[in-house]
Each structure stands twice: as C-alpha cells, then as structure tokens.
C-alpha cells in the first residue's frame, strides 16, 4: 500500500509543476487581447505569490484540522477551480481576482507534501519528488504551446491543465486511507504539540531565522539565474541571443537531472552534505562566469549552478524533521515555504533594477553574494541544531 500512496504523491508532485510556468509561456499571446502592458503579467504574478505566502503560514493550522491527505485534496481542487476560471477569464481583473484561489492552493499543497513526505520518507524519495516537479513544470508549456499552435487558444491550454488537476483530484480523494500508517521502518513520527505554534513562536525556535534565509537565499538565486542568464549571457558574454536562450533553458534541465542524480547520492551522503555539495558546484559555476575563460566556460558554468541548484532544496525540506523535530516540522516548512517564495518575489527584480541602472556585468557578483549567505546561514543552522554531518 505504500508504494501505492508513494506513486499518488509523485503526481501530486508533477500536478505542482503543471500550472507554474503557463503564466510565462501563455502572456506574450494574452496581453494584447486584454489591453494591458506586457509588464502586468507581475501583478499577477504578485498575487498568486502573495496567496501562497498566506497559505504557506497556515499550512500547520490546515493539516492538524484535516491531514496531509485532505489538505492536498482541497488544494489541488482549488488549483483546479482557479485555472478553469482563467481559462474563462475575459478581462484583466477577472484573471487577477482567480490568481488569490489560485496562490492559496499551491502554498498549502506545497508545504503540506513536503512535509509528510520529509516525516514518512527517506530522503532519496524527496529529491526524485522534487525532479517530478520539473517534469511538470515542463509539460506545462508543452501543453500550452500545443494549444496555442494547433487551436491558437491560450483558454484551452489552462483548460486541459484544469482538467488533468480535476482528474488527480479524484485519485488523491480516492487515496485518502493509504495516508495514515504508511511511515517507513526508519522514520518515527513524534506527536504533534497540542495547539499549533504562532509565528513568533516559530521564529523564536533555534536555528529557524537562520534556515529561513536559508530558503530565501536559495529560491532568490534559483529564480535569479532562470530570470537574468540569457540576458547576462548574450549582453556581457557576447553569446548569440538563440544560443543563451537555449542554455538558459538547460539550467533547468540541469535542475531536474541533478535531482534524479541526488536520489541515488542520499543514499550515500547525509542531507547537510548534500547541501555543502550542491553549493560547491554553484561555486565552481560561478567561478566559470568570472574567470576569462570564453563563452563555452560561462555556458558550462550554467548548466553546473543548475547541477547545484538540484539537491539543496530537497535536502534541506527532508532535514527539517531532523534539526527541529518532527512535532513541529509542519509549521516550520511553512515558514520556508513561505520564506522561499518572497525571495522569489524580491532578488530578480532587485537585480533587474542593477542591470538597468548599473551593468548587467554583476549577475555573477550579485548570485556570489547570495550564494556566500546561503552557506554561513546554512552552516549556522547546523551548529545550532547540533546536525553538522
């Protein structure tokens, strides 16, 4: 029965990774029909970031009223709901008022899997869940792209999308028994305390300010990279534009690939060393970006930062339980969630404010010094945790 649930939770991975790229792929043909600026896709954008940091503070108060099992039902349903209602959707304000059920549906989901897979699962499981999340993430676009080449509708892109969320739904629902008793012999649940904790009580724990900037550091780099690489690549590098923009596309290929590749490693090496891996390898990319070594070394350089993209997010997820105790792993990833995504919303446009005012020239400079933050707060969690192996 366990590999039964474990195979409903790698679709409940992709159904994450389904809806977040169709905003970019689909706006170049829906801002024209709407009458707004190509820059409004941001509000949008803002919105459904704001839903899932709200969602992402709840997710502890959700899971103890209903279970990982339910939360993630009622979440996908409600990504469901708020993509059929884009692809109805006729006018601006109509896809900004769906962007809220649409933002509160991921952040709950997201923090919710993550969390009972962390606490019932061993840690290679939690880096090839995350490599399905890339698998969606890419057929998202595929799927749209077919609707927009063969039928020229973006509205039945997020329908098709809508109906393949409507469809897992009712598998997860359907699952619902398989998700009590199924922790592997290594892992031990511990009780959950008897009320849910509150943010100030979260943050005052140890360690948690620390693996929040953490979080922080890491999605502002990841997005950071995925957003400026090509425009650094072709206005500092010198690299055909076609060029740049088919190695921008491998970051994240490297992404996926390194998680598929982390899956086996765990089974080796520890979750804190398969973070001090990862941020090796940004390293090494970064120094390929800075020395004068040619075009060929910078466009290594990427696909190596998305290789060490790959095992950091996953690892420091499946060590939650570990470095603070699996009675209050459920709150605490919410607060990285929640952490991830403002730096998802805050580190690229900050850049892209330098590049514009400055020179693009300091991407690398600017990913050093996230990257550099990222470790010693990294390093200071372990310390406080006493987990440094």
């Not at 929040?212 to 990279?225: I, K």
């Not at 992404?255 to 086996?264: D, E, K, N, V, Y």
């Not at 060393?273 to 070594?293: C, D, E």
């Not at 403002?342 to 600017?366: D, R, W």
């Amino acid at each position: 029965m366990i590999h039964l649930l474990l195979a409903v939770i790698y679709l409940s991975f992709v159904s994450l990774g389904l809806p977040d790229s169709l905003l970019g792929s689909a706006w170049p043909s829906m801002y024209q029909g709407f009458g707004v600026p190509v820059s409004y896709s941001g509000m949008i954008f803002f919105l459904i970031s704001l839903g899932t940091v709200i969602s992402s503070l709840q997710s502890d108060r959700l899971t103890r009223k209903l279970g990982a099992g339910k939360v993630t039902a009622v979440s996908v349903a409600m990504t469901a709901a708020a993509l059929f209602g884009f692809s109805i959707s006729n006018s601006f304000w109509m896809l900004c008022l769906w962007a809220i059920p649409y933002g509160l549906g991921a952040g709950s989901v997201d923090a919710a899997l993550n969390n009972y897979v962390a606490l019932h699962f061993a840690s290679r499981h939690m880096s090839w869940l995350h490599c399905m999340w890339g698998l969606g993430a890419s057929i998202g676009p595929y799927i749209m792209g077919c609707a927009l080449t063969r039928w020229e509708s973006w509205h039945l892109g997020y329908r098709i999308i809508s109906v393949l969320q409507l469809a897992l739904t009712a598998v997860i629902v359907l699952s619902l028994p398989l998700w009590k008793g199924t922790a592997q012999p290594e892992k031990r649940e511990q009780s959950p305390p008897p009320q849910a904790l509150t943010l100030r009580q979260i943050i005052s724990l140890p360690g948690v300010k620390a693996v929040m900037v953490t979080f922080f550091c890491y999605c502002a780099l990841e997005q950071t990279t995925g957003l400026w690489a090509s425009s650094y690549l072709a206005l500092h590098k010198g690299v055909a534009p076609e060029t740049a923009a088919s190695f921008a596309s491998l970051f994240f290929l490297g992404i996926t690939a390194g998680r598929a590749l982390s899956g086996f490693l765990t089974m080796r090496l520890s979750d804190s060393r398969m973070v001090r891996l990862g941020q090796g390898i940004i390293a090494v990319g970064l120094a390929a970006f800075l020395l004068p070594l040619g075009e060929y070394a910078a466009l290594a350089g990427l696909i190596l930062i998305g290789l060490g993209c790959a095992p950091i997010y996953p690892s420091i997820i499946h060590a939650t339980p570990t470095h603070f105790g699996a009675d209050k792993s459920q709150a605490i990833i919410g607060v990285q969630m929640a952490s991830a995504y403002v730096g998802n919303c805050l580190m690229p446009p900050l850049f892209g404010l330098i590049a514009n005012h400055i020179t693009v020239s300091l991407f690398p400079f600017y990913l050093l010094v996230i990257l550099i933050v990222m470790i010693l707060m990294h390093e200071t969690l372990l310390k406080r945790s006493g987990k440094s192996v």
